[in-house]
């Protein structure tokens, strides 16, 4: 098992950028901090970024749906995250039918 690490560690891989608006050698140092960083770190930002993701869809729900209350507007924002089956189970709304 420890060859097989010292070979993957030694193998040069050719990556395609991930972020292709980014200089080569800022992305290299964001991947070395990323890889760096402590596990809770990198499990609060993703926090964050599920968070923010909320608050753009509800927002964007608002705006296609402005006269609706704020339990109608959650209801359709668990129908974006969850299954449709889910969604008519627990709130008895087929998202559907009632739209997204």
Request: one cysteine or more; hydrophobic letters at 35%; charged letters at 35%.
């Amino acid at each position: 098992m420890e060859q097989l690490r010292r070979q993957m560690r030694n193998r040069k891989f050719k990556l395609k950028a991930l972020l292709p608006d980014t200089h080569p050698e800022a992305e290299r140092v964001l991947i070395r901090y990323l890889r760096k960083a402590p596990a809770w770190q990198k499990c609060q930002q993703v926090s964050e970024m599920i968070k923010t993701l909320r608050q753009l869809s509800l927002a964007g729900l608002r705006i296609r749906y402005p006269k609706e209350s704020d339990k109608e507007l959650h209801r359709r924002l668990a129908a974006l995250w969850l299954s449709r089956e889910f969604v008519i189970k627990v709130y008895g709304w087929d998202p559907e039918k009632e739209g997204y």
